[in-house]
């Protein structure tokens, strides 16, 4: 039977985010030195052992109890934060970031189309206010929008589905495997593409972020990658379980905290303030995660006729 305890996965979501954010602002250091998928190959390649280790201090098996229902999952979410990733070579990150952040709408569009699932005008209109929130917080410049603008919807896309496997498909499976599947995939996609850009390398004038090839390991690189992986290891385990104890679109929703700690890492680290539309968006973005989390706080009957 589906777990469901909100607060507890929001609580989760809470500090994965926290954790997220701040070494996300690292990336852009990360850029100088190598291209994206050496960056997550070799991010992935750290975080592996890891988790590992951490199954094995901890007495868990890593042998998945549904293998086809785990990998589905894992390429899912690995493919979203690629996506993403990539198109912050070519995109300013308020619009890749607005991008991913539809995840909720999505997985409130699928559950609808796939799941016969019945949303109920208040969850709309919470998921609303919430993506209004983050586009206040990030304020894209309409002005920019391009074609490729659409292209970090796609993780928003990908990401949405991980979300609903994780809590249709993978409720029996622990949140340190579920991490070792998506570092799997990470690692499996990248290595293919690193490949590629290494062995049919890109004009010099056209090189980007995202079409680097294999380049020599510097101790910088391999300091910040740790950190890296480190962070993003226990944050994906943290957010894997978030997404067993908690309705995927309320979790998505306790998501969007990553841009608040986003900017409160922005202010401690390099002294960049917020403006009022973005503490506008942030405001915003509270007073829906609190409405979502009253809703999944109703009984069931309840839900299915007003929620």
């Not at 894992?74 to 912050?88: D, M």
């Not at 300091?223 to 994906?236: C, D, E, F, N």
Request: charged letters at 10%; proline letters at 5%; glycine letters at 6%.
């Amino acid at each position: 039977m589906p777990l469901n305890r909100p607060l507890f996965a929001c609580i989760l979501a809470l500090f994965a985010s926290a954790i997220l954010s701040f070494t996300d602002n690292f990336v852009h250091a990360v850029q100088q030195t190598a291209g994206l998928w050496q960056f997550q190959l070799v991010k992935a390649s750290i975080a592996l052992p890891i988790l590992l280790a951490a199954a094995y201090w901890k007495n868990i098996s890593c042998r998945p109890v549904h293998v086809g229902r785990w990998a589905i999952r894992s390429v899912t979410i690995a493919v979203s934060f690629l996506i993403y990733f990539a198109t912050l070579g070519f995109l300013p990150v308020a619009q890749a970031g607005a991008g991913l952040y539809s995840a909720p709408i999505w997985i409130m569009l699928f559950s609808v189309i796939f799941l016969g699932k019945h949303i109920g005008i208040r969850r709309i209109l919470a998921m609303i206010i919430g993506f209004s929130g983050v586009l206040a917080l990030l304020q894209p410049d309409i002005n920019n929008l391009t074609l490729l603008s659409a292209i970090p919807l796609l993780a928003g896309a990908f990401y949405g589905l991980g979300g609903i496997a994780t809590k249709l498909l993978c409720q029996d499976e622990n949140p340190v495997v579920l991490a070792i599947g998506v570092f799997t995939a990470i690692a499996v996609i990248a290595a293919g593409l690193l490949l590629y850009f290494t062995l049919f390398p890109s004009p010099a004038e056209s090189v980007a972020f995202h079409s680097r090839g294999w380049e020599d390991l510097s101790a910088r690189f391999l300091w910040l990658t740790l950190g890296q992986a480190i962070g993003a290891a226990l944050a994906i385990a943290l957010l894997a379980n978030a997404y067993r104890f908690g309705e995927p679109d309320f979790v998505s929703v306790c998501e969007y905290s990553f841009l608040i700690f986003a900017a409160i890492w922005a202010l401690v680290l390099w002294s960049i303030p917020t403006n009022l539309m973005a503490q506008f968006g942030i405001l915003t973005i509270i007073l829906s995660g609190v409405w979502m989390y009253f809703l999944d706080r109703q009984p069931e009957p309840s839900r299915s006729k007003h929620s």
